[in-house]
């Protein structure tokens, strides 16, 4: 098989088990499972609690002594079995420690496959930016596909979206162990440091002030993303407790209308090569935070009809910018400016980052925002409010960079990947 195809299928496949449920989660929580908000917060901290160990310490494992891909399968199988587990939990602590269980496994995969998808392009003398974007647009697909499979199916309030995850990803976990082998790169020398021999380079990046800089604020976009998650689903299904709008079709497949994001992924995913080799890092990540101003903004004044609806679908649109143009062009930049031997390491230091005290700011922070000070006594939440705040806050963030990240573009260092 085409090593590109078979690159594909893991990409499509390692989204599809995390898009099963990851948007509509919230529903079954606060619709079904009718547990509180603060608790829901906890819950998506998971994310970031299993982030920031696991990514870096599974890229550790992967530079030092494990294959990759092995690592990879296993890791994938294992979360699988805990996805098993969730409908049978009744109560909202003990999901919390269940699905932290599932974030320990599922999370490290994420820059694990970037780092497989890297080595296999690099070993078969691919192109890295120019290969790796078409790849990882099917992710997103994937991701697509299993939220319109969950909603379709009349399970994105029932237990039935883990199951779905779970049988997709223990077989992802054994098709990992079918990929050409990818090998730790990273052969120890006699006379070593503990820090190397423990594997610990990669944190020699906080020395930098740019790339510290870098993963500063990639942990502030890292907290935006998690708002949308969260959020995102439960908002458009809310506006059933309007007479005016219970009937709508936002509201019966309010899914299917969070999937727009994915969909404006694929066009922006494809785009980033251009991009980055135009702009540089800098101006991507600020069109990221801008893109992440009008994601919220266009919300806040969104409902299901007439322009209202305009603004959730163009809402959709630009999400598709806001994460692409940070998430995927933030991996390839530390894949381009990184040295060979951290380099899994480096990626599990972006998903730390990002998804790891990122994902505990925007779930713990903004769970506790929500529950004090933008929620009614009869439970309902206010909406408009919230999502103006979000807005505010990433308007913040993208000031902040644009004065402090100092980059100066070369075309030519993104074109250049160091073996």
């Known amino acids: 098989m085409n090593l590109k195809l078979r690159l594909t299928i893991l990409s499509f496949l390692q989204f599809f088990v995390w898009g099963a449920w990851l948007i509509t989660i919230g529903v079954y929580w606060f619709g079904t499972k009718q547990w509180g908000g603060a608790e829901f917060g906890a819950v998506f901290s998971t994310l970031g609690i299993a982030s920031i160990v696991m990514p870096a310490l599974t890229g550790i494992i992967a530079d030092r002594w494990v294959n990759a891909e092995r690592l990879y399968g296993i890791l994938h199988i294992l979360y699988g079995m805990v996805l098993f587990m969730m409908p049978q939990v009744a109560d909202p ?3 919390f420690w269940v699905m932290l269980a599932a974030m320990i496994f599922y999370m490290p995969t994420i820059s694990l496959s970037n ?12 192109d890295v930016v120019k290969e790796f974007p078409p790849i990882r647009v099917w992710g997103t697909i994937g991701f697509i596909v299993a939220m319109w499979v969950t909603n379709l199916t009349g399970n994105k309030a029932s237990a039935n979206q883990f199951y779905i995850a779970a049988v997709f990803a223990i077989i992802l976990g054994i098709y990992a162990f079918t990929l050409p082998k990818c090998p730790p790169q990273n052969n120890i020398p006699k006379n ?12 020699s990046l906080f020395k930098d002030y740019k790339m510290a800089l870098f993963f500063l604020f990639s942990m502030f976009l890292g907290a935006a993303l998690q708002l949308t998650n969260m959020y995102g689903d439960t908002f458009l299904s809310d506006f059933e407790k309007n007479p005016l709008y219970k009937e709508s079709f936002v509201v019966k497949y309010s899914t299917l209308i969070m999937s727009i994001s994915q969909i404006s992924e694929t066009l922006f995913i494809l785009a980033i090569p251009f991009f980055l080799k135009k702009f540089g890092i800098k101006k991507v990540m600020l069109i990221s935070m801008f893109a ?12 299901p ?15 598709g910018m806001a ?5 995927i062009s933030g991996s390839l930049f530390v894949e381009t400016t990184t040295d060979y031997k951290i380099r899994s390491s480096a990626q599990g230091l972006f998903m730390m980052m990002t998804n790891g005290f990122g994902a505990m700011l925007g779930g713990l922070g903004s769970g506790w925002l929500i529950s004090q000070y933008f929620t009614h006594e009869n439970g309902d939440k206010m909406w408009h409010e919230i999502w103006l705040i979000f807005a505010g806050y990433a308007l913040v963030i993208a000031i902040l960079f644009a004065i402090m990240f100092q980059h100066k573009h070369n075309p030519a260092d993104v074109a250049e990947v160091k073996h």
Request: aromatic share 26%; glycine share 8%; net charge neutral.
């Open 292 to 303: 992440w101003v009008l994601r919220f903004l266009f919300f806040a004044y969104g409902t």
């Open 93 to 95: 602590g003990q999901f």
């Open 115 to 126: 780092s497989i998808a890297y080595y296999i392009l690099k070993n078969n003398n691919y």
């Open 323 to 327: 994460f692409d143009f940070f998430n």
């Open 192 to 203: 070593a440091s503990l820090s190397e021999k423990l594997g610990l380079n990669a944190f």
């Open 305 to 319: 009809e007439g322009f209202g609806l305009m603004l959730i679908i163009l809402s959709c649109v630009v999400y």
